[in-house]
């Protein structure tokens, strides 16, 4: 049994906001940021499937949907542009008509007012590429929203892949060989074959970033290859690919607000023009319990009001509000935590500790759909949050993880995206 928290060995720790911060580089420039207070809810996902992430294939039909909502009551001409980035989401040099074909900059469609919801909203979306815009050059591009043509008036930015399958990339999750974290960590293997890609210096040219579940605010970079034969690159278990496992991400479901559904303990109806109130169970600390199999969406959400046949016009706003149960504060700040944070640590995500019910509680407006979040704790200086101390870490615990594989083209002069690997934990 394990009777304190889990903290995250300092080797384990390679995230890219610590590098971008090392080098003087602003971490705003590459990293998925909502700018104003106003807007809620955003969404980016490969076309076909909410929960799908935003890596799509260069040249082929795949679009990324970009939706968010806007709740101050007036529509706004906002813009959109894509900037082509390096492997560390430094933009590139290159001029956009160099990697973007069409416009280099276009409008947003117009905005949707919402429609039978106590909290009104304008809702926009934009799927790219479209016949506006469209990327010639694989990488990685920050999607940017900015209002009027003022392009340092941002409104939001997100991250989205093009990819360029040019390697294989043979990946497993495996038990990590340090005795002591082989109940608590899970290790990426993996083995790269270059195939007819011209790489002259496989130590420089090929740059690897490792994800668990698709938090940037984790990505692992700097892992080279132990041995080279011929076309194929063995990084033979590399200390960036050591991931604690974490637990199975909690959940709720507001979808319905008819009626309480699991861990939802009340549903309030707002006085007047006011938004209902959900109150979540008490949760419990769960660093000494064992491991609980429950299936989660990797820390996602989806829109949806089921009364409405899911159109997200349809799906109010409601105050969730957190319980989490503390005999004593911490020390460390504790935060909700998962896509509905951006996966970051937002200060409307922190949590207040309340001595008088011996509880940290926090109150956030969500849009009713199915929600999957955890408790983290960030100590100070610290880029990324610690995912064990109130969670626990177990092995067993089902994760998606992501290997990009990047290639400097010295003739492009860019970081081509030269494949994608998805691995789970269990299958």
Same mark, same amino acid.
């Given at each position: 049994?394990?009777? %304190? ?42 076309? $076909? ?10 040249? $082929?039909?795949? +679009? ?34 160099? !990697? ?6 276009? !409008?947003?469609?117009?905005? *949707?007012? %919402?429609?039978?919801?106590? +909290? ?65 960590? +899970? ?53 960036? $690919? ?19 559904? +699991? ?67 911490? $020390? ?27 509880? !940290? ?12 979040? %955890? ?34 083209? *010295?003739?492009?002069?860019?970081? *081509? ?11």
């Amino acid at each position: 049994m394990i009777n %304190s928290p889990i903290h995250r060995p300092a080797t384990l720790a390679f995230p890219l906001l610590a590098a971008l911060a090392a080098t003087g580089q602003d971490p705003a420039v590459g990293t998925d940021r909502t700018f104003s207070p106003t807007i809620h809810s955003v969404q980016l996902y490969k076309a $076909g499937f909410e929960l799908a992430v935003p890596v799509i294939e260069l040249g $082929g039909n795949e +679009q990324v949907v970009l939706r968010f909502d806007d709740l101050q009551p007036y529509t706004e001409n906002l813009s959109y542009t894509l900037v082509h980035c390096d492997h560390a989401w430094v933009p590139t040099d290159l001029l956009p008509g160099q !990697y973007l074909e069409g416009a280099t900059n276009a !409008y947003l469609p117009a905005g *949707r007012t %919402s429609y039978n919801t106590l +909290q009104p909203f304008i809702h926009y979306e934009l799927a790219v590429p479209n016949a506006d815009m469209r990327p010639i050059r694989s990488g990685n591009y920050l999607l940017k929203v900015y209002r009027g043509s003022d392009t340092d008036d941002l409104v939001l930015t997100r991250r989205l892949l093009v990819n360029e399958p040019r390697v294989t990339i043979d990946a497993r999750v495996m038990a990590t060989r340090q005795v002591d974290l082989r109940d608590v960590a +899970q290790q990426v293997d993996f083995t790269i074959n270059t195939n007819n890609l011209a790489v002259q210096d496989p130590f420089g040219d090929i740059h690897v970033t490792v994800m668990q579940n698709f938090r940037w605010d984790d990505a692992r970079e700097g892992a080279r290859p132990r041995f080279v034969r011929g076309s194929e690159l063995v990084y033979d278990f590399p200390e960036q $690919g050591l991931f604690m496992a974490g637990n199975e991400y909690r959940n709720f479901d507001t979808k319905n607000l008819r009626y309480a559904t +699991q861990r939802i303990a009340r549903i309030t109806p707002g006085i007047g023009e006011r938004v209902y109130d959900v109150w979540l169970i008490p949760e419990e600390r769960r660093n000494i319990r064992r491991y609980n199999n429950q299936p989660d969406i990797d820390g996602r959400f989806i829109i949806r009001n089921d009364q409405v046949d899911g159109d997200p016009l349809g799906a109010d706003y409601v105050n969730v509000h957190f319980q989490l149960p503390m005999e004593a504060p911490l $020390g460390r700040e504790v935060y909700v935590y998962g896509l509905l944070s951006d996966f970051r640590c937002k200060p409307g995500f922190r949590m207040e500790y309340s001595p008088a019910d011996t509880a !940290y509680q926090a109150s956030i407006l969500l849009k009713q759909g199915f929600y999957d979040f %955890s408790f983290v704790t960030l100590a100070k200086g610290e880029p990324a949050p610690d995912i064990t101390a109130i969670e626990g870490s177990h092995f067993q615990t089902e994760n998606e993880y992501v290997v990009l594989v990047y290639f400097t083209d *010295r003739m492009q002069r860019c970081d *081509r995206l030269v494949g994608v690997r998805f691995v789970n934990s269990r299958r």
